[in-house]
């Protein structure tokens, strides 16, 4: 064993007094407030820590206590790691902080939100080989509440989540969509279960150039690819333990979900098949199915043996694949035998692929997965027992239904204005106005009686 001496030497102003320090590193697997790596005033303002440890290097960081409070740079910023070459008897460190990351405001006017925790700055992958920056998001009354135990949410590109510099592509502002949601649940004086919406949001972030890596199972012949099974198995059997362990949550599948955004949706799906053990709840925004056909093929290769509540979200003006994917996938989980009150779709006509269209409908997704379920019906059976054609000039729709029908009625559902209309039809051509509804996507429905013997989605 190795002897190190730390001496800290020089604290930033604002450093507040009484503040108790600590050494976070590999030597005590980034534990921000190990007693054992507790610093110990001199009484003239300096501090020391002695310490054992059989390391040749030593990579580690001051903080407050925890992560949200551990020492930046000069402008304010969080710090790299410190790194230490450890000789092979005694060891001397002579340190200074320059700033804490939670009390000095950087040039950008940026400050970590006060309910976003960097929750530890080097997680270890092991499935992976690699080290990952993880946040937390707690709900506003975490703290008043002792005893409270919350759901959890964990969502992929951790960098774009929160108020935060590193989101190149714009931030989802969760810190504040989990304030207006808070808000929202006080002021109508709710019961406290319904507070249970309030999760912790888990922030993991990318790993930049093993990004498209990690949230694929599959590999693609020009993006790569393949590392999504590691990764799930990284967020189920190594985060997940340490979140229950350092967090109050509610550990039970029941309690558990995952969303994502574009690749991050990919792998949010296959969580959602995967793993229904581990999550019993998952939105999947703009998935990239364009990735790789094995996506389809995985969601009916796996019958439900749990049910998943699954939604699922895209704009239109993504792209047209992205619309026609998102109502194949949708109708693939039905067929394999997901529950239709576990189902939801949304496709909005303004929405594009981008973090502001993701960051408007966390909200929804929330609300949805974690108990408010807005009407929604399933597909029924398709046969040949109705056509179509378009009458582009006069903008109508030309329907005809089969003899056997008794009884029909057509039944069009406006996705994009929660929008019906009816039309009782006759055993011939029959002309419908689409003039009102032909700028979005609809079910168009075909009932025998009071049966539902056809459906589905369309856009015009």
Same mark, same amino acid.
């Given at each position: 064993?190795?002897?190190?001496?730390?001496?800290?030497?020089?604290?930033?102003?604002?450093?507040?007094?009484?503040?108790?320090?600590?050494?976070?590193?590999?030597?005590?697997?980034?534990?921000?407030?190990?007693?054992?790596?507790?610093?110990?005033?001199?009484?003239?303002?300096?501090?020391?820590?002695?310490?054992?440890?059989?390391?040749?290097?030593?990579?580690?960081?001051?903080?407050?206590?925890?992560?949200?409070?551990?020492?930046?740079?000069?402008?304010?910023?969080?710090?790299?790691?410190?790194?230490?070459?450890?000789?092979?008897?005694?060891?001397?460190?002579?340190?200074?902080?320059?700033?804490?990351?939670?009390?000095?405001?950087?040039?950008?006017?940026?400050?970590?939100?006060?309910?976003?925790?960097?929750?530890?700055?080097?997680?270890?992958?092991?499935?992976?080989?690699?080290?990952?920056?993880?946040?937390?998001?707690?709900?506003?009354?975490?703290?008043?509440?002792?005893?409270?135990?919350?759901?959890?949410?964990?969502?992929?590109?951790?960098?774009?989540?929160?108020?935060?510099?590193?989101?190149?592509?714009?931030?989802?502002?969760?810190?504040?969509?989990?304030?207006?949601?808070?808000?929202?649940?006080?002021?109508?004086?709710?019961?406290?279960?319904?507070?249970?919406?309030?999760?912790?949001?888990?922030?993991?972030?990318?790993?930049?150039?093993? /990004?498209?890596?990690?949230?694929?199972?599959?590999?693609?012949? /020009?993006?790569?690819?393949?590392?999504?099974?590691?990764?799930?198995?990284?967020?189920?059997?190594?985060?997940?333990?340490?979140?229950?362990?350092?967090?109050?949550?509610?550990?039970?599948?029941?309690?558990?979900?995952?969303?994502?955004?574009?690749?991050?949706?990919?792998?949010?799906?296959?969580?959602?098949?995967?793993?229904?053990?581990?999550?019993?709840?998952?939105?999947?925004?703009?998935?990239?199915?364009?990735?790789?056909?094995?996506?389809?093929?995985?969601?009916?290769?796996?019958?439900?043996?749990?049910?998943?509540?699954?939604?699922?979200?895209?704009?239109?003006?993504?792209?047209?694949?992205?619309?026609?994917?998102?109502?194949?996938?949708?109708?693939?989980?039905?067929?394999?035998?997901?529950?239709?009150?576990?189902?939801?779709?949304?496709?909005?006509?303004?929405?594009?692929?981008?973090?502001?269209?993701?960051?408007?409908?966390?909200?929804?997704?929330?609300?949805?997965?974690?108990?408010?379920?807005?009407?929604?019906?399933?597909?029924?059976?398709?046969?040949?027992? +109705?056509?179509?054609?378009?009458?582009?000039?006069?903008?109508?729709? +030309?329907?005809?239904?089969?003899?056997? +029908?008794?009884?029909?009625?057509?039944?069009?559902?406006?996705?994009?204005?929660? /929008?019906?209309?009816?039309?009782?039809?006759?055993?011939?051509?029959?002309?419908?106005?689409?003039?009102?509804?032909?700028?979005?996507?609809?079910?168009?429905?075909?009932?025998?009686?009071?049966?539902?013997?056809?459906?589905?989605?369309?856009?015009?």
């Amino acid at each position: 064993m190795k002897t190190i001496t730390a001496h800290l030497h020089a604290l930033p102003p604002q450093t507040p007094p009484g503040a108790v320090l600590f050494l976070a590193g590999n030597v005590n697997d980034w534990q921000p407030n190990d007693e054992r790596f507790r610093f110990r005033p001199n009484g003239d303002g300096s501090f020391r820590l002695d310490f054992q440890a059989d390391l040749e290097t030593l990579e580690y960081k001051i903080t407050r206590g925890h992560w949200s409070a551990a020492e930046g740079d000069a402008e304010g910023k969080e710090a790299p790691n410190r790194v230490a070459k450890i000789g092979t008897t005694e060891n001397e460190l002579w340190l200074r902080v320059e700033s804490w990351t939670d009390l000095y405001e950087q040039a950008q006017g940026y400050k970590v939100p006060e309910n976003v925790l960097l929750l530890h700055p080097h997680f270890f992958m092991p499935q992976l080989g690699r080290h990952r920056r993880i946040w937390a998001c707690l709900p506003p009354d975490y703290w008043a509440n002792p005893t409270r135990r919350y759901p959890v949410v964990y969502m992929h590109d951790g960098q774009n989540l929160f108020d935060n510099p590193d989101a190149l592509f714009g931030s989802w502002g969760i810190d504040k969509a989990m304030n207006r949601l808070f808000l929202s649940e006080n002021t109508v004086n709710r019961e406290p279960s319904a507070v249970n919406r309030q999760p912790i949001i888990i922030g993991i972030e990318n790993g930049g150039e093993h /990004r498209i890596g990690e949230y694929s199972p599959w590999n693609n012949a /020009r993006h790569g690819g393949g590392e999504g099974s590691k990764y799930l198995d990284f967020v189920c059997d190594t985060l997940k333990p340490f979140v229950d362990e350092h967090l109050r949550t509610l550990p039970g599948r029941e309690h558990t979900a995952m969303m994502g955004s574009s690749m991050g949706g990919l792998i949010t799906l296959c969580a959602a098949i995967e793993k229904p053990d581990v999550f019993g709840m998952a939105g999947v925004f703009s998935p990239s199915l364009w990735f790789s056909k094995e996506a389809f093929q995985m969601v009916k290769n796996r019958k439900p043996v749990l049910p998943v509540k699954i939604l699922l979200m895209a704009g239109q003006q993504e792209s047209r694949n992205m619309v026609s994917e998102l109502l194949d996938l949708y109708e693939t989980l039905l067929e394999a035998g997901h529950d239709e009150e576990n189902l939801h779709y949304d496709l909005h006509s303004d929405g594009v692929h981008s973090e502001w269209f993701w960051a408007r409908e966390f909200e929804h997704a929330l609300r949805w997965l974690f108990g408010e379920k807005p009407g929604h019906e399933g597909d029924g059976v398709s046969g040949d027992l +109705i056509k179509f054609k378009v009458d582009t000039a006069a903008k109508e729709l +030309i329907v005809h239904v089969s003899p056997k +029908i008794t009884e029909p009625r057509l039944e069009v559902r406006d996705y994009c204005h929660d /929008r019906q209309f009816h039309h009782v039809l006759e055993h011939a051509d029959n002309r419908i106005s689409y003039a009102e509804w032909e700028n979005c996507i609809y079910s168009i429905r075909l009932h025998s009686g009071g049966d539902l013997v056809f459906s589905r989605r369309v856009n015009v």
